[in-house]
């Protein structure tokens, strides 16, 4: 059995910064692709970074290309994602998600139970 806790959500003002954790348990982190998804109030929930197995490759939403960076440390079998430059947009449940052993296309298979993220104006 998976599981994915995140951690480090809050409350942060426009401009600010927040660095979102995900513990997995398991293993066999280390074989797979990991991202992050997000859902605002009252929309779909959607894509917003993955990361290869070994780190080696990193997508983005072009909602956050340039402000969030996702990494990985597969001796902790913990994900991060680092946002920068944040806008009251961003505001949404962040989900750590475990993909399959390819990073694109990437297909979610476990989910985490989501941190919040408010970024006030």
């Known amino acids: 059995q998976v599981q994915l806790v995140e951690s480090g959500g809050g409350l942060v003002q426009a401009g600010g910064s927040l660095r979102l954790s995900c513990a997995a348990s398991?293993?066999?982190?280390?074989?797979?692709?990991m991202g992050w998804f997000r859902q605002a109030p009252g929309k779909e929930r959607e894509f917003v970074a993955v990361?290869?197995?070994?780190?080696?490759?990193?997508y983005y939403a072009d909602s956050v290309k340039g402000r969030f960076t996702i990494s990985r440390d597969n001796a902790k079998n913990t994900v991060y994602l680092q946002m920068n430059s944040l806008k009251p947009e961003d505001t949404a449940v962040y989900y750590c998600?475990?993909?399959?052993?390819?990073?694109?296309?990437?297909?979610?298979?476990?989910w985490g139970k989501g941190t919040l993220v408010t970024v006030s104006s």
């Open positions: 998600v475990r993909g399959g052993n390819l990073a694109t296309p990437f297909t979610p298979y476990y």
């Open positions: 398991g293993r066999t982190f280390s074989s797979y692709a």
């Open positions: 990361i290869s197995w070994n780190g080696g490759n990193t």
